[in-house]
């Protein structure tokens, strides 16, 4: 096992008097500092850093900050469509109320303050006068010469006075009786699902499902309209574009605490998953294996759903860390269950044995760590999330005690030894964020009026609110906890005090840190600590806490003295950096004797230390520890400029193939990921192929962003590539003549212009059967044409649909009257300036069209608050001029021939153009290929907007549901058509009317397509030539002559299986032991 016992290596007797320090004992006592009486209570083993412990008997003030989420906004309230019982009136600004109100004046952020006050009040009468608690709401105030986030907030803060113990156990009750996680859940859902077509307004049984699960998990839900509808959905943006074909998608969002807003997301995800009619079923394994089997960043769970075609749903973490229930909540599932659904029972079952068949495999080993008592509060406040991060990158579990507990123990468990190790020193980094300080007025000043009861019931709230720590008072004494800057803070405050200013202190800060940190800090010899002793006239002591992490205890008898020896300590802390060199690099970069990596590390001053596979733990580990972090350079804080330069030095010695691993978050829809889950073996040949990780997000998180990671130059080949799998449709219509019909049915429209659509742009076009449509005061017919294409090749969309209604202008339609077209962005960013210049070279731009597309009615309207980017020449575009002199530069020819015959060659160009590569770090800003693009997934959106008029109270909202929903297990899973809830558990009856949404009142058959199932199928088409087409418009102005990168969209040749593994992770911690 690597461990790092401190006192297995190297001891604490180390730390003697010949190393420097002025102390006569190995763990000194802090009578030595002849302050004996505040002090002479503690033992520092007892009270290693929760300097208050909770000894009945004498009375102290403890102040801390409630948690509160008082900024969290309500939904706009011009997007609500609907929302669950008394939502709307907690999550709206009432009537009248200005447009700049707060978000902490919402009435349910209001409600909670007040019944906080409410329940201290009860508290405060219920105890007979022993204790007092008060409760103030304010808005913090910058502290001088601190930097701290934005202020605006406002904090709500608690101070209880009276016996220490029962003090600490009104805090705990306080936490775990109040709202404090509250958070917003996001999740989308195809509007024809809840709007049917062909029906007016809504489906009634899902806005009552809706209800009922609102009622249950008293979680707030909303349905909001699509982003693309909002009134701001027309602000042109520098990312505008290919995302906007997702946002037609209505939004639901489920506003409530940490579980009940899980609990009410998921029972959502589950009601559309039934509606697609998939069945759905439990499995109950012990909770604190789940993050254990799902293997490291949840691989085997993406390998059990790719093979069985299942999506498997885990509950909450940490569902006992938060005490807070909601009053009348029930209860919807299980701690420990899991819930599957799949296409048939068959498909569940096999889930079910592949889940057993894990966990019958998987080893544990568990391990007990000591982590400070007054820190782990912070922890589960502050860095929860970051928690569940390093369980998911280790495939750990961590049993964390509940809030408010005062318990210093922490259970980690994981399939082997080093991910056992690697979570327990992340975590311990965690808690060297958080310091504690203790300020013991030692002798007063007799001139000076002490504080009252009262004065320091109104200071010490005002101290928290301003700098966020938690403190307690006590016989003059303030014992703060908190963050780095916290503390900090909080101990500048008390330094304005009158009462503090004019008495003699001593002041202690405790910082802890790892211990491979502590000869990096003390320097050889002890120089670093006896020069910053004597500099600043503080003293320094190390003291050992447990086999991972010791304190540094830095001690002053002055405010200025301490705050300076802090600074200078914390300057000598170690700054880091890891990142991922393959190992075939490493002897190259060291050089023959290190002479390399000496030059390096001697110009900057940084320590360089290098890791193999061997040190991680042998070879033949799963190939996800190829990509693990194993260069690790490090440098006092002072130097931490240089560890970016030391970095880039390494790196320039490695190959481009396999340079700085980074990230791109690729957004596709999420119920297309079950597409591209069953097509695991193409990924993981991308994967090879690329040397890249494509990483799906967890399926109870319904996201929509999918994760690629790898080298630099090589992820946006990977991206192209990728998006090659995912399909898109474009619709476009416009009025028809009798020649328009017969040309589009004649065999030269699909030979001269289908065809060629194909070859050049990579884009398909499909004829629908024209309908009827009323256009003012006249009828006309409407031809549609659908374009599918790929992702990738969403670049080249403007060009396709240009090219493919020019024969159709020709025969006199008016570019005008096409809905769907996309406007050519604007010629130049300088026209507007150039109106009054006559010039040959400058072009001017006509202004849009006004076209309009089928699904979004703002389309090509023209906003006029438009941002630059909107104004420059979109370069993925075939008007680009860089664009085109660019790939001919990249070519390398000036022919015309080798400019277009080379097109599979251009497949990673395609990807620097195409949309997805927008937000990643190194891509060139300007090349933004932000072309509004709507696709219409299956079948075309005609949005029912105006839905919501058609009920008003519960006119359309049938009551059969509530008889209809009394199965077995009381509804749980109400939306089980034609028997598709669980055989074994959950056999619900069906819903009178589900399914029936085809207007004919039909019900369609188990998996047939239902204009809820949105989620496009795709069919592969390996396509052997594709090449690129480049033409010039009509006016032949040079300027809009280039080229659009076209590229094959990945096909299944010949699919070989390899294990899929997950994105890289970095530890910051060290990889291996210490030398």
């Not at 008060?134 to 803060?157: D, E, F, H, I, Y």
């Not at 009252?452 to 307690?472: F, K, Q, V």
């Not at 080949?717 to 328009?740: C, K, R, W, Y």
């Not at 006016?1035 to 040749?1053: E, H, K, M, Q, V």
């Amino acid at each position: 096992m690597h461990k790092i016992t401190g006192s297995a290596r190297h001891g604490w007797e180390r730390m003697t008097p010949s190393m420097g320090f002025g102390m006569s004992r190995p763990q000194p006592s802090p009578q030595d500092l002849a302050v004996a009486p505040p002090m002479a209570k503690r033992s520092l083993a007892a009270t290693s850093m929760s300097p208050n412990p909770a000894v009945s008997g004498h009375s102290v003030n403890l102040s801390f900050n409630v948690p509160f989420h008082s900024n969290l906004p309500g939904p706009d309230k011009e997007d609500v469509l609907y929302s669950s019982t008394g939502a709307f009136q907690k999550w709206i600004h009432p009537e009248g109320a200005a447009e700049d109100t707060p978000n902490h004046a919402l009435p349910v952020h209001t409600r909670n303050v007040e019944n906080l006050r409410s329940l201290c009040k009860q508290m405060s009468e219920g105890s007979g006068e022993r204790i007092h608690a008060t409760v103030t709401s304010s808005k913090p105030k910058p502290v001088p010469g601190m930097q701290r986030g934005p202020l605006t907030a406002l904090v709500t803060n608690v101070c209880i006075s009276g016996d220490a113990e029962v003090v600490h156990k009104m805090r705990a009750k306080i936490l775990n009786e109040t709202p404090i996680t509250l958070r917003c859940e996001t999740l989308d859902i195809d509007r024809d699902t809840v709007f049917p077509q062909g029906q007016d307004g809504a489906r009634a049984d899902i806005l009552n499902h809706m209800d009922d699960i609102s009622d249950k998990t008293k979680a707030d839900i909303f349905l909001l309209e699509a982003k693309s509808r909002r009134k701001d959905s027309d602000q042109a943006s520098f990312n505008g574009g290919m995302e906007k074909s997702m946002d037609k998608r209505l939004q639901i969002h489920v506003y409530g605490d940490l579980d009940s807003s899980e609990n009410a997301k998921t029972r959502l995800l589950i009601m559309v998953d039934q509606i697609l009619q998939r069945q759905v079923d439990t499995i109950r394994l012990e909770l604190s294996l789940h993050s254990l089997i799902s293997g490291r960043n949840r691989r085997n769970i993406k390998q059990i759903e790719s093979a069985t075609g299942t999506a498997i749903y885990f509950p909450p973490l940490f569902p006992t860390v938060f005490g807070y229930v909601p009053p009348g909540s029930v209860p919807l599932r299980g701690r420990d269950e899991i819930i599957i659904t799949g296409e048939g029972m068959d498909n569940i079952m096999q889930a079910k044995k592949r889940l057993h068949d894990l966990v019958m495999t998987t080893k544990t080993f568990v391990k007990d760590v000591q982590i400070t008592t007054s820190k782990v509060d912070y922890i589960l406040l502050e860095r929860l999330d970051k928690i569940r991060k390093i369980i998911e990158a280790n495939g750990s579990y961590v049993l964390l005690p509940p809030l408010g507990n005062h318990s210093g123990v922490l259970r980690v468990q994981a399939t082997d030894i080093l991910n056992v190790e690697r979570t327990v020193r992340e975590i311990m980094g965690l808690a060297g964020q958080f310091y504690s300080a203790s300020w013991w007025v030692t002798h007063p000043d007799p001139s000076q009026r002490q504080p009252t009861p009262s004065d320091i019931r109104a200071m010490l709230p005002d101290i928290c609110i301003n700098s966020g720590a938690e403190i307690t008072f006590e016989k003059l004494n303030f014992h703060i906890n908190g963050s780095d800057d916290s503390v900090k803070a909080a101990m500048s405050i008390i330094n304005t005090l009158p009462f503090v200013k004019k008495a003699q202190s001593t002041l202690r800060v405790k910082v802890e840190l790892a211990n491979e940190h502590k000869e990096f800090v003390s320097g050889k010899k002890n120089g670093k600590i006896n020069k910053i002793m004597s500099q600043s006239n503080v003293q320094i002591v190390f003291d050992g806490f447990n086999e991972y992490n010791f304190y540094i205890d830095v001690r002053g008898a002055q405010y200025e003295a301490t705050k300076n020896g802090l600074d200078l300590v914390e300057l000598e802390m170690p700054a880091s950096i890891s990142f991922h060199v393959p190992d075939q690099y490493h002897k190259r970069i060291i050089g023959i004797g290190g002479q390399h990596i000496q030059r390096i590390m001697k110009k900057y001053s940084v320590f360089v230390k290098f890791s193999n596979a061997m040190d991680r733990g042998g070879i033949g580990k799963d190939d996800d520890d190829i990509k693990v972090d194993n260069v690790i350079c490090r440098t006092p804080a002072r130097n931490a400029d240089n560890l970016e330069l030391v970095k880039q030095e390494i790196m320039d010695m490695v190959e481009k193939v396999d340079a700085e691993f980074v990230s791109e978050h690729v957004p596709v829809d999420r119920l297309y990921h079950r597409e591209l889950i069953t097509r695991m073996p193409e990924i993981e040949e991308l994967e090879k192929k690329w040397n890249c990780k494509v990483t799906f997000p967890g399926t109870e998180q319904a996201s929509d962003i999918i994760t690629v990671s790898g080298p630099e130059y090589q992820v946006p080949q990977a991206v192209d590539q990728f998006l090659g799998m995912v399909p898109e449709t474009h619709d476009i219509e416009f009025p028809t003549s009798n020649e328009l019909r017969g040309f589009l049915r004649s065999p030269e429209f699909q030979k001269d212009y289908a065809q060629k659509l194909r070859d050049q742009y990579v884009v398909d076009v499909a004829v629908h059967e024209p309908k009827q449509e009323r256009q003012g005061d006249r009828e006309v017919i409407v031809e549609r044409l659908v374009l599918s294409y790929t992702r990738n090749n969403a670049g080249g969309l403007k060009d396709a649909i240009d090219f493919l209604l020019l024969p159709f202008m020709a025969r006199g339609l008016d570019a005008n009257n096409v809905k769907g077209a996309i406007p050519r962005p604007k010629s130049d960013s300088f026209e507007d300036n150039m109106l009054y210049f006559e010039s040959k070279l400058l072009q001017r731009a006509e202004p849009p069209m006004n076209t309009e597309s089928p699904t979004r009615s703002t389309f090509g309207e023209e906003g006029s608050s438009r941002s630059i980017f909107d104004k420059l020449r979109k370069p993925g575009s075939m008007s680009s001029f860089s664009s085109f002199i660019d790939r001919r530069r990249k070519n390398g020819s000036n022919s015309p021939g080798s400019l277009f015959m080379q097109a599979s060659n251009n497949a990673s160009k395609a990807s620097l153009v195409s949309m997805e590569s927008r937000d990643s770090g190194y891509r060139n800003p300007w090349n933004d290929s932000g072309i509004e693009i709507d696709d219409n997934s299956v079948h075309g959106h005609n949005g029912h907007g105006n839905g919501w008029g058609s009920f008003g109270g519960s006119a359309s909202r049938p009551n059969t549901s509530s008889n209809s929903l009394s199965g077995a297990f009381e509804s749980k899973y109400p939306f089980g058509a034609n028997g598709n809830a669980s055989t074994s558990s959950l056999n619900t009856p069906m819903i009178p009317g589900l399914g029936m949404v085809n207007g004919a009142g039909s019900s369609p058959a188990v998996g047939a397509g239902l204009p809820g199932d949105a989620t496009p199928r795709y069919d592969a088409r390996a396509r052997d030539a594709d090449s690129a087409f480049g033409k010039v418009p009509n006016n032949g102005a040079f300027l809009s002559t280039a080229i659009a990168p076209t590229s094959r969209p990945a096909s299944a040749a010949n699919p070989t299986t390899a294990s899929t593994s997950a994105t890289s992770s970095g530890y910051p911690a060290p990889i291996a032991p210490p030398h």
